[in-house]
């Protein structure tokens, strides 16, 4: 036990700096092939915060441990919503741009029904629904880079292109001077990432093994929590150097990916049984906290403290809820 949970928290780590790797690596090769800095945040540097969840569900699917697969994804948004933004607008209440976001919560909403779809097919999410989730990234993703052209004045790019070197450390003309150390920094941070994910799952499956609890129950939890590190690690960050607006678009990103990006491409990869207790008590959660969003982002143009702490105590309630009480809910 002691061990396993060594392993659980090395696996972590190794995760961290996978995905660090990965995206300064990314960040640098894209900009000397001359790709805009507002696609780069949009994709590379937005995504790559979400690579660990990623890594985790394919490796879970393949491994034949759905349950982790599935609710790693759940279990990420329902921590990115009450858990990384509660945390953050604790440290510092978040001022919002309603133009922006209310579009970006809608869409946010709009994801989380999507897994409901399994309602429809015997508790299965298949390889075509995949497709079409992915399909469906895509065409968010387009929709995203379009409204960038559209915004691309010189003094937000050149705003883009100093955030994005204060939050990589990566100077402008290093991106243009060892394209092959970037491309070994790409593959080091693949390799970290796939690793960590592999000893993630082995870690988390036999400490849930253990202690009696089921694998969604882990994958909800402390895979959840683990795999969305570098959602959190960005998100105080930009709270601590009184900019917290980005952790709205960091998160509200995230939580699209995840289950466009990860949770299609993880049932293209093999087709995943969702649960009786997912179906009726994490994916209601999960929609419940994304609707959430709009009644709070929308009141006074911020995220209270007071709101960060309800929204705190909402996912402390519900933690309690996959411990405590829905082993007896959903046996058998």
Request: proline fraction near 4%; aromatic fraction near 6%; hydrophobic fraction near 55%.
């Amino acid at each position: 036990m002691l061990v396993q949970s060594g392993l659980l928290v090395a696996s972590l780590l190794v995760m961290t700096l996978g995905a660090e790797a990965l995206v300064r690596g990314a960040v640098a090769v894209a900009k000397r092939f001359g790709v805009s800095s507002f696609f780069i945040g949009l994709t590379i540097v937005g995504f790559g915060t979400s690579t660990p969840e990623l890594c985790t569900s394919l490796v879970a699917a393949w491994k034949g441990t759905g349950d982790i697969a599935v609710g790693n994804v759940v279990g990420s948004n329902i921590f990115n919503i009450a858990v990384i933004l509660g945390i953050t607008a604790l440290i510092c209440p978040i001022p919002l741009r309603l133009d922006v976001v209310k579009r970006e919560v809608i869409v946010v909403i709009g994801v989380a029904c999507v897994p409901f779809i399994a309602c429809l097919s015997g508790g299965t999410l298949g390889r075509w629904t995949g497709g079409v989730m992915v399909a469906l990234l895509v065409v968010f993703l387009w929709n995203g880079y379009r409204r960038g052209l559209a915004q691309n004045q010189q003094d937000l790019q050149a705003n883009a292109e100093a955030e994005l070197e204060t939050e990589l450390a990566l100077p402008s003309s290093d991106a243009k001077a060892r394209p092959l150390v970037h491309l070994a920094m790409i593959a080091f941070g693949l390799a970290l990432l796939v690793g960590g994910s592999w000893l993630l799952v082995q870690s988390a499956t036999s400490i849930a093994k253990s202690l009696g609890v089921s694998d969604l129950v882990i994958g909800l939890t402390i895979v959840a929590a683990g795999t969305s590190a570098p959602e959190l690690v960005t998100s105080l960050v930009a709270a601590l150097r009184k900019q917290p607006d980005i952790s709205v678009g960091n998160i509200l990103g995230s939580n699209v990916f995840n289950v466009l990006g990860i949770l299609g491409l993880t049932c293209v990869v093999m087709p995943q049984e969702v649960s009786r207790q997912t179906l009726a008590l994490d994916l209601p959660v999960m929609l419940a906290v994304s609707l959430a969003c709009l009644p709070i982002m929308m009141s006074g143009s911020r995220i209270s403290r007071a709101e960060g702490a309800a929204m705190l105590v909402f996912y402390a309630v519900y933690a309690y809820a996959l411990f405590a009480w829905a082993p007896a809910w959903f046996a058998g």
